[in-house]
């Protein structure tokens, strides 16, 4: 247990007039198991002082969302705080009997969660929800409660408040659902907002609105807030102070320009280098091993088993660190060996498990065809039709047309709703396209009785984004890996077992993981055994939609970079669905844009992501939050206005008109067509032209 | 909700129209109301008179399209065994069928809701494990000998209520307590279980974080929910109630329900009347499940997506 006797004393000298408003010290929290109690949080310290922002961050497991219910006394029922206290107001609060500690929930600290529409009543009207929380934070109900619930969705910049008030939650978007959870959680005027992963669940240009207006509240109300996310870009757009949690432990804390520009422990230093780069300057470089299982926490310095810095030493294997000063800042890192950062820093990257940049172009033979041609489909989906009830329709994809080169990436960018999965169910054969064509090297397999031949089937593979759901549970992972090859009858058994194996070594696992179930793998090594069987077959083509999205910030940077010495190695053309403009850029040769079903822009990837020409595309990249203080609060913010609209019925013009800043009256009524710009295709009446206005890293000091 | 009002209603006619047909089908498949209503020795010419009267000489689409007009001037068809129209005959059981139905799932709708709820509150407790060995007792227990226990234990032994009948409150004590067992065991199981599942529910953490107490989340939030639930509870149990299982219990306690007349009509091969039951409780059964469903999506406007 490592306490932090100093933390106090420390704490005042950083900023001695505000003192702290809410303090969390030496907190313990235990879960019960089938297996015993096991320790969640061990030793968590935190500060929040008035108008501060402070984010507290962690990758899965960290304990950062039970630090917030611990905060707040929301426990479940199998959990409890074992030591330490947490004081608002000269109150420990967790001595408070529950019904003093519902008078500080909601009116003192208010806590909004990661899932907006699970978090309403689905039973009643959002206006009636907001209703109640104004009523249970003024105690009475006045008779101008319906105006008090207009004006507070208005003040979350929700459109037509009046109407909104009446309807249900699913009847809304999910960052609507989040603005009206915010206005919930503020009704009783809380001085401080926790805020658990506010962002996650939503996607890029929603989000960046949300965030948007968390910060003009906290600022018109003085409020503080704790930030709890995995997101660092997010962290360097939004917080002041920086908390970084790893198994339970606070492991660095700092301002976040120190943070960002002078991370101090391995694991900072790590998950910094773990994010993807947007502006494509900097390559990801990974943490090896995995997050540790709370049942089995590492002796000694949690960290030590992916620690490069331990070099074997003793110290970190037996002692735990304490959460120590760095003298001459207000910095702490919890590290016996943090002064040896500097010398990393002026040694270099700290790991050359970096791939030397690969060709970006990818071997084209102008002689031959592409390797797939997707050429004009159309998907249309035909809505559930009742007894007496006529469907209507929906055009998830609306005549796209792209090629893959052999050997090239090419990443397929939307946000949900978009059409880009469908678009991959098409390539994959599992969707037939409503119109159109795909051609896989020269064979049409979209005519004739519309199923793959065999041999095509081979050369095509899939990994998805659940790496849990899309493995057998029951099976081996022999079984699972060989499985495409018994399908396809390929090779003996031993033949297959020794493919089995090389295919592991390849993305990092070992035979002996041959004899074991998925279950007893975590989700980044699922996922290597996902690409390991799509490999095992030698395809062509591996159709990954989403395959990094569903892991941690630390694990998503080892398959990435696994990705990218397949490609380097196999000549394996990738069709890479994603939402994250970040992981694309790590990624991808040529990326192209979608929108409600339509390819709005495409190109090769560096043009792309530096002279974006549809204004779509600029939302979309500025909306993404970078990992870099300086940077991401010195870029061009374009924040959209509304949600997208339903493909149910898609604006007339230029589907994009309804949120675009430039639109004029033609967008309304002429859908523009793809025309090439440079290098690059747009669909847009009036596109961009200058390149988007992105720092360097680091702002030259890393 | 008015598209769903409609859509809901046109599917409850296509039903009813359904049930009119399977059971005109049925009826005519199944037996020959000539060869009941007429001495085994009836001379060929007898026969042939009565199929006359009856109408079946007629082709059976035609025989069909009399039995729909039939039907909608209330004429069922006369009873061959009590020599009735068979309307008459349902019309005047209809009552006692009805008041055991009612009576039976507004009991089992308060005590295994009250059950469920009671131990999903306390999870693990004395309250919550009892409540579950019992309830899981309730659905194992045929109702039939059930029904027989009680009226040896508390009609014959304690004299505390009559062995049968019908026509006072006092009379309805045992034949609801026997039926009502099983749906109080299934509502006690399920509303627990949705509770439960309510409970761990992101708004109702949300809702505590804003400072509401778990018992003012229930009421407000949770509640609702579970009443959605019992609902389409309750509509199964009241198909239960009113067609299968009344028939032993009404039987067991001489009650003069649907339930009763069924059995005594299939003993005597009466076609005509034993149609008209299963065509009445049929319609019956259909428009209170429709109702249920209305009721159901006023609660959960999902629903009508």
Known sequence: ?702 | MRSYLVSRSLRMVAVMVALIAATFFLSRIVADPVALTLPMDASPADRARVTHELGLDKPLPEQFVDYLGGLFRGDLGVSVWQRQPALSIVLERIPASIVLAVATLAVSVVIGLAIGVAGALRPGSLVDRVATLASATSVAVPDFWLGIMLVTLFAVQLGWVPTSGYGSLIQLILPVATLAMRPIGRLARVSREAVLEEMGKDYVTAARARGLSVMSIFRKHVFKAIVAVAITIAGYDFVYVFTGHAVGVETVFNWPGLGQLAVEATLRQDVILVSAIVLFSGLLVTLVNTLLDVVHAAIDRRVTL
């Open chain 1, 1 to 702: 247990m490592s306490t932090l006797p100093d933390s106090l004393p420390d704490g005042a000298r950083e900023l001695p007039s505000m003192p702290a408003r809410l303090q969390v010290e030496d907190l313990h929290v235990e879960f019960s198991t089938r297996r015993g109690p096991v320790p969640v949080l061990s030793g968590v310290s935190l500060d929040l002082r008035p108008r501060e922002r402070v984010a507290l961050v962690g990758e899965s497991g960290s304990g950062k969302s039970v630090t917030a219910l611990a905060i707040m006394g929301l426990l479940s029922r199998n959990g409890w705080v074992s030591g330490g206290s947490v004081t608002y107001a000269g109150h420990d609060l967790t001595l408070l009997p529950e019904k003093e500690y519902r008078k500080v929930r909601g009116r003192e600290i208010a806590l909004i969660f990661q899932d907006p529409t699970g978090s309403l009543d689905p039973l009643r009207t959002v206006g009636s929800q907001v209703a109640e929380a104004i009523v249970t934070a003024t105690g009475h109900r006045k008779s101008d409660l319906r105006d008090q619930v207009v004006q507070a969705l208005h003040q979350m910049q929700i459109p037509d408040p009046e109407r909104r008030a009446g309807q249900y939650p699913h009847e809304l978007s999910g960052g609507m659902n989040q603005r009206v959870m915010i206005a919930i959680a503020l009704a009783g005027g809380p001085g401080i907002l926790i805020a658990d992963e506010p962002t996650t669940a939503l996607d890029a240009t929603t989000a960046a609105g949300i965030m948007d207006l968390l910060g003009t509240l906290a600022h018109d109300r003085d409020m503080s807030v704790l930030l709890i996310t995995h997101d660092l870009g997010v962290v360097a757009d939004f917080a002041e102070r920086v908390e970084l949690m790893y198994a339970g432990r606070i492991v660095e804390r700092g301002p976040v320009n120190d943070i960002f520009y002078r991370p101090r422990h391995p694991y900072t230093i790590g998950l910094l280098g773990s994010v993807p780069d947007v502006s494509g300057q900097r390559v990801v470089k990974a943490i090896r091993g995995s997050i540790p299982s709370l049942t089995a926490l590492p002796t000694g310095c949690v960290f030590h088993p992916r620690c490069d810095r331990m070099q074997e030493r003793h110290t970190c294997r037996e002692q735990a660190p304490d959460l120590a000063l760095i003298s001459g800042s207000d910095q702490r890192v919890a590290c016996h060996f943090s002064d040896e950062a500097d010398r990393e820093h002026a040694a270099g990257p700290r790991q050359e498990l970096a791939e030397p940049e690969t060709s970006r172009s990818a071997d084209t033979d102008p002689a031959t065809h592409p390797l797939v041609e997707v050429d004009d489909i159309s998907v249309v989906f035909h809505l559930k039709q009742g007894l007496f009830r006529s469907g209507g329709q929906v055009t998830a994809v609306d005549r796209v047309s792209f090629d893959i080169e052999r050997g090239e990436t090419l990443a397929l960018v939307g946000e949900s709703g978009s059409g880009k999965s469908t678009t991959a169910r098409v390539v994959l054969g599992l969707q037939a396209p409503t119109s159109g064509r795909v051609v896989f090297d020269g064979v049409d397999l979209t005519t004739g009785d519309k199923r793959f031949p065999k041999g095509v089937r081979r050369r095509v593979q899939a990994v998805f984004q659940d790496p849990t759901s899309s493995l057998d549970p029951r099976m081996l992972v022999l079984d699972i890996v060989t499985e495409p090859l018994v399908v396809h009858d390929l090779g003996s058994p031993a033949e297959r077992r020794q493919r089995a194996e090389e295919m592991l070594d390849l993305v990092g696992l070992h035979p002996e993981h041959l004899e074991r179930k998925p279950a007893e793998f975590s989700g980044g090594q699922r996922q290597r055994i996902a690409i390991a069987r799509a490999l095992i077959v030698e395809p062509d083509l591996i159709v990954c939609d989403e395959p990094v999205t569903a892991l941690d910030v630390s694990v998503q940077a080892q398959v990435l970079l696994m990705f990218e010495r397949i490609k380097a190695h196999r000549n394996v053309s990738l069709l890479f669905i994603a939402h994250d403009l970040a992981v694309v850029r790590q990624i991808a040769d040529r990326v192209a844009v979608i929108y409600l079903g339509e390819i709005v822009e495409s190109g090769p990837a560096d043009e792309v992501f530096t002279r974006p020409r549809h204004p779509y595309t600029r939302a979309l990249l500025s909306a993404i939050p970078v990992a870099d203080p300086r940077r991401g609060r010195d870029r061009d913010r374009i924040i959209l206005e509304g949600s997208t609209p339903s493909a149910l019925a898609p604006p007339s013009g230029c589907r994009f008109h309804t949120r675009c800043w430039k639109a004029e009256d033609i967008c309304h009524t002429d859908p523009p067509a793809l025309a090439p710009h440079g290098p690059a295709l747009a669909a847009c009446h009036f596109p961009e032209e200058g390149p988007v206005h992105m720092a360097t890293p680091g702002g030259g000091s890393r």
